[in-house]
């Protein structure tokens, strides 16, 4: 293991150093395009007004003989749009395929300046990050960065869950990690044919009734992803780093898509990946705190001064421990009302100077 007093150097001589601190940003949806498809390409200054983060997709979903184009693709977009408060991304191929050494070296060179993440996929363990950590900082170096790119790896693959809590802490560039239930299905061998969300065959059912055994019992649908979730939600906050739903695959069913996004937010998520335009709206609504949650917690934080003791509100008691939850949210309204004052009036924050959405 790497003694912590060389944890913040720069892997390479010349490169950028490492952040302290990974910065929290908007990015309820990190919404994916195919930067293959020029007609996508030309949406993207429109939809960098309605995202938090847009991804340049170069992985999976771009068939191989699409790939060279996309990345391509990537390089002209990132050059050409003016993404102004929209981050950009881009997911490249996967370390042991054919694209992998070639994304990186082509875009760190080209537009390396203008990349805020590098979405990894199927990453398994702390060694794969090790690897692209070395690897961009050599590249940086060579390009003449001044900062660092970030890097947020996706848990899709059973050895990367097995190993979260490493690859969470495994380099100071790590941003976050998306759970992505496609591969990770496939990985563990699980029996869904689905990208996300529930599944019918997946419940508890009530015991028998003893004075009805016949009478039908009723059965709950359970979470698949729970578990997944929870363990990846403690593994990123231990590190200081960043949780994410994935994708969620039937975008016509958009009320099952804002359930699941809804259970990611509320165990500590920070926004989902959004796969067609419809789930951008959900994803802002979803992962900006509900207002009536926020003014209670404002109500609470206020009762409470210094935040020491107890008090009753409207029967409820609060202590140390609740205002500290009430400050989770107020903090992320005020995140994310600093840019929106549409958000900000509803929360009734003091607008805030030059808000434009
Ligand atoms: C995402 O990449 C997934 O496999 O779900
Ligand atoms: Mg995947």
């Not at 990974?22 to 309820?28: G, N, Q």
């Not at 996929?121 to 001044?146: M, Q, S, Y």
């Not at 996706?154 to 100071?172: C, D, M, R, W, Y």
Request: charged content about 25%; hydrophobic content about 45%.
């Amino acid at each position: 293991m790497r003694s912590p007093r060389h944890f913040f150097e720069p892997l390479a001589v010349g490169a950028p150093t490492p952040l302290r601190e990974i910065p929290f940003r908007p990015s309820r949806m990190i919404h994916f395009f195919d930067p293959s498809n020029a007609k996508m390409a030309a949406k993207l200054p429109e939809l960098a007004k309605t995202c938090d983060v847009l991804l340049g997709n170069l992985e999976d979903a771009v068939a191989a003989d699409k790939k060279v184009e996309a990345r391509e693709g990537f390089v002209r977009v990132a050059r050409e749009v003016d993404f102004k408060r929209c981050q950009l991304w881009t997911r490249v191929n996967s370390l042991d395929s054919p694209w992998f050494l070639d994304d990186v070296e082509r875009i760190v060179a080209e537009v390396g300046d203008r990349l805020d993440v590098l979405m990894i996929p199927k990453v398994e363990g702390a060694w794969d990050i090790h690897f692209v950590d070395r690897l961009l900082a050599l590249l940086e170096a060579r390009h003449g960065l001044k900062r660092p790119i970030l890097i947020h790896a996706i848990l899709e693959t059973a050895l990367g869950v097995a190993n979260v809590e490493e690859i969470a802490g495994a380099s100071p560039r790590m941003q976050g990690l998306s759970l992505g239930p496609a591969d990770l299905a496939a990985s563990r061998r699980m029996k869904t044919t689905r990208v996300g969300g529930g599944h019918p065959g997946y419940i508890v059912r009530a015991d028998p009734d003893p004075a009805l055994p016949d009478a039908p019992r009723p059965a709950y649908q359970q979470d698949l992803w729970h578990y997944t979730l929870a363990r990846m939600v403690d593994a990123c906050v231990a590190q200081g780093i960043l949780p994410y739903y994935g994708p969620f695959g039937d975008i016509r069913d958009t009320q099952a898509c804002e359930d699941q996004f809804r259970n990611a937010f509320i165990i500590g998520c920070v926004g989902a990946w959004s796969l067609h335009p419809v789930q951008i709206k959900i994803a802002r609504q979803v992962f900006s705190p509900p207002v009536d949650e926020v003014r209670w917690a404002r109500r609470v934080i206020e009762a409470m001064g210094d935040g020491t003791g107890a008090v009753m509100l409207d029967g409820k008691m609060q202590d140390d421990a609740t205002v500290k939850q009430c400050r989770v949210m107020v903090g992320l309204a005020q995140m994310l009302a600093r840019d929106d004052a549409e958000l900000s009036a509803a929360y009734g924050f003091d607008p805030p100077a030059g808000a434009e959405r």
